[in-house]
């Protein structure tokens, strides 16, 4: 049990403040020799960084990662490898108007309510921040997938535009601002979202997130469900409100006949399926197709607009949030939803070998 | 870390296939001096019990609940408690036929990879029989949860019907064999689902569950979220592809603006929210508002519409699944949703005290 | 977290009470296609089961044990086993008597202050009869284990009464009634303990578990220690008081010269120790060489002789105990210390593969 | 599960090797509102700080202690406190001649033979510079025992040399170098752990930990005992090879006669014991007396004297360590003892309160 932690064997414990001195985290249970250097970390790092682009906020992060322990001579040792990003823009100013006021859709009335005391700037322990984390877990999460096994997400859905999947393309995905696969899409979203940033409002999106070259076993028939562990993990992004493996939602429209992956001998006479409506997990346990798995995040929370709240006194008043923030938070969100796939399928890599050898 | 086990202080493990001679769990973390009954925990085993009417499987199982440890004289002592319910109604020539086939949709093949044995017999431990465990640790959640917590679960849509949520009506939920809060959908579904039976066809559903009552500050910031925890229980259920909460999916096509539960203070001069977008969490914390969880239930895979797929020899085949089963599952899963539910509340009940005394 | 389980990746779950129904436990994540037979667990139990001689309790219990799920055609399937062994001579009259009383040396009074309940009859939960459920999940740990693994125990001290440990004989373990390796002590220990029963006494004893075979390398340098792990599963045994490694307490009257185990190279060509001072354990980790475990038991807490104690009301009394106990219960802890060394171990060496596969 | 964590609810996290940039801590689950500084956590830091004397290793550590996150104006906030000491004086040289060389006594040879690779400066993730974090992690776990919980230690013995217990007096330990609490074995200690120390050689040694003012009530019947947990913690201290409580091994010779703890009501009407052989514990389950715990310290593997070893080469070879050690580190284990004792109770007093409210 830890409030702070996720994972089984491959385990992560992040910690920090969006305004102390550092966020970090520690990772444990990674297997020795595998060569990792900061230079890949910071590769993953730097896809989530904001600032890079008009559609995410402004706020200048340099988040560089260093590596506090856990490797010898640019190989993990098997101890534990802890990451510390110090935090170097925090303009604690920007949030001081507000930080008596709840502001809606944020944590600060909940976390109030659990704690009884909050670090009103920017968010504290709650802020987005925190996935920068996540993200650094997830490149040495990928050492440990090895080349064989690709994790990838794109970016589906803004507001009510949805890309069109016969369009799709991974190699798109690099080309625009947006982790989008439909290249037709890209001026789309991005009129769109330009107007939602000119009027300080905001918009959810829905991401999707693929590994390909998952070896079929992985999970169990129970608790210890691969798609469970994935629900868990994307449900713990900051702003997510809805996760769905494979048909997902789109299953209760479905028959039992059009929902069935049939199976047949393939070329290298292995089983195989001819459709993978089930996004890659029967019953808990990964089948050797693509794991799919989509996660909705809402929009942001931090709007010109002003909305009706109250404050730590029980005064009702108003809030404007002037702060930098993201028109769309689900961009950023991409990179954080492969990481999280790459951490929860390390996990269970390394959970299989454990009972099954 | 256990493969069979879900929940941190409020634990459950359970066990069992469902041919064997009976499945059963155990339920460790019980405060004690809580009044409980076989009865009281039977009730609710009732309401999933199959073979009720002519929308769920045939199968009889009388699913008679024995406590076999961890309570004195009718209250619980805090000790594990131990509950077992045999298996009486078997039938495993109904299976015979098809041991060596995997039924598309089913765990069949992936169970097989990661064991390399398989008890073919209704399938095993991957079988739905299962859930009648959780049912059964639901009810004794309950008793944490206490009068003042309700939970309550119904089904809101069978293939591409919805229900019209104007109508919606709790008090109805116990009037119909689908748990329809809206009385105007039932004969609709009747039909419909009449169709799908005489078709030996199966169809997918949406659940919706939703606990009042629970005091604002359950959960936390980061991986102890309670929606993280809510999606992890709940994809655990068998045939279960995504899992929603407040918004959900829908969240994407919100602007900042409409997605804002705004706060004011109630006539009892405690902070409140004019709306429920956030399905009672925000941050991971619970706001004091319904909890609201959606989760879908894809359709069942034993249809007797051949399938094609391959037997453990590599064999190309096809199969028909003749034995009892539910045109739609989803029905059967609403029992489930709501103990799955109370467990998880209960569960952060005690770890919020836990840490906060 | 769980109160009532032990182990990692082979985590046993026990529940039961010494007069309800039945004890059982569940044990998960034990490798599919191990051949397991109930006759075969059945041993085991049999090793442990009282009234076998004069120097232990009289209480009969055939201790019969069901494999409730888990297994198919003789074979583990990788789900969770569940056994069950019914209680079948309660007599709970033996205990009426002094149901109200706090018997000195047992967990009544710390019971009562933490749960406010409790099941009087015969210790309820902290009665040693738990133990039948670790010989138990022993058995399948050693299955884990294969042939080149050897877990034996042997009773070592009673009283003042130590074992010449120049005159060990592994062999002479199983010819006398109190597991004891040398044959020279037999009977010095049998005329002690004959006046000890007849008093209506009892005696403390130290038990030493060994380990052979292990491989070099399970364990970790810091929290997940075999030795921790060692010290953690003996302590859990009813009536333990201490655990050491190798040299354990004496290592504190040793210079460092004499601790020192100094390596050179076998005949195989690899490195290998002189001695063992270390008892097969160096910073956490096994070294190759024999685990050695000790721990000791504490004398049975209810004997005849009147003893001074306070009763649920608060009023001071005398208390007697009639029921039928062991002279010297660590007798019958030798078993026990062998399932607990054995499921250590089986969960190290999938600890260890989950990590470095 | 985790490798480098200990804890259930009070989950400390440890990370760092000793010649690294820095070691460190996550502390999850401390409760919000506490009032906590860095001035306190390194009171406790510099109590274990070497070279404050000639009987501990000249190795010079600042050893200052920041906070990184989890507090908010000099209090707890309920996230995880992340704590950082940088490594100030690592004088790698010092390591380099034995850097292939296995150190007998050192988890040199057991970590490569885990890992297969190896930080060789020191003792890498084996050094005992990682107690550090469990020291200012009992400082932060005193503050939820608050005031009326007082954990202390003292070493008991060196060598054959044991205090007098008649002579226990707790003022004592601060006035010495040894943590005694016998005036009269100090000059004793001195005279024969300088001539150990002018040998180069080594010697074990015996701590004692005390925490009085303990709610009865803490821990449980079964795996969640206190004792088991206390002998967990223990024994993942550097060098300890065993652990005991109250009677400990002692017990083995102890009449049931003579190990039974009377009870009476006492003066305020509430029932108390007339001894304490238990060392506060019966049944898993703390009594309300003094918890009392010893644990043994092997002698420094690091000494003066040739010892015969082989080389990671597999060449039989000698070794000398010239390091800066202690020749007691027993003495620098009291601080430790302490915290890791403070940490439990802690931890205890929290999944007390989950289960019990």
């Not at 559609?55 to 510390?84: H, N």
């Not at 009335?109 to 909050?118: A, N, S």
């Not at 959810?204 to 997130?209: K, N």
């Not at 989509?294 to 009706?308: A, D, E, G, N, Y």
């Amino acid at each position: 049990m830890s409030y702070n932690s996720f994972g089984h064997i491959f385990r992560v414990t992040t910690w920090g403040e969006s305004h102390g001195p550092a966020i970090g985290c520690v990772i444990d249970g990674v297997p020795s020799r595998l060569a990792i250097s900061a230079a890949e970390i910071q590769h993953f790092l730097d896809q989530r960084k904001p600032g890079q682009n008009r559609f995410t906020t402004q706020r200048k992060e340099a988040d560089i990662v260093k590596i506090m322990s856990g490797t010898f001579e640019g190989m993990t040792t098997g101890t534990p490898i802890s990451l510390m990003i110090e935090n170097t823009d925090q303009r604690s100013k920007d949030y001081s108007d507000n930080k008596d006021k709840y502001r809606p859709g944020h944590a600060d009335f909940t976390y109030m309510e659990k704690y009884g005391i909050r670090d009103h700037r920017g968010g504290g322990r709650s802020s987005a921040r925190e996935t920068a984390c996540r993200v650094a877990a997830g490149a040495i999460a990928r050492k440990i997938l090895g080349d064989s096994i690709q994790v990838k997400a794109a970016l589906v859905q803004i507001g009510d535009h949805e890309i069109n999947r016969e369009n799709w393309d991974w190699d798109e995905v690099g080309n625009n601002p947006f982790w989008c696969p439909d290249k037709a899409m890209v001026p789309v979203w991005e009129k769109y979202l330009d107007n939602i940033r000119k009027n300080g409002s905001s918009i959810g999106a829905v991401i999707e997130v693929h590994a390909s070259g998952v070896q079929a076993g992985l999970g169990a028939p129970v608790y210890a469900k691969l798609d469970s562990d994935l629900a868990a993990a994307m449900m713990t992004i900051n702003a997510v409100k809805g996760v769905e493996i494979g048909e997902g939602f789109n299953a209760a429209r479905l028959t039992g006949e059009e929902n069935a992956d049939e199976m047949y001998m393939d070329a290298d006479g292995k089983p195989a399926f001819n459709s993978n409506h089930a996004g890659g997990i029967l019953g808990g346990i990964s089948t050797g197709n693509d794991i799919v798995c989509r996660f909705s995040v809402k929009p942001t929370s931090s709007i010109l607009t002003p909305r009706k709240t109250v404050d730590t006194q029980g005064k009702e008043t108003e809030i404007v949030t002037k702060g930098r923030h993201d028109p769309c938070v689900g961009i950023r969100a991409v990179p954080i939803g492969e990481a999280m796939m790459a951490c929860v399928i390390a996990d269970h890599i390394m959970l299989h070998r454990a009972q099954q050898g």
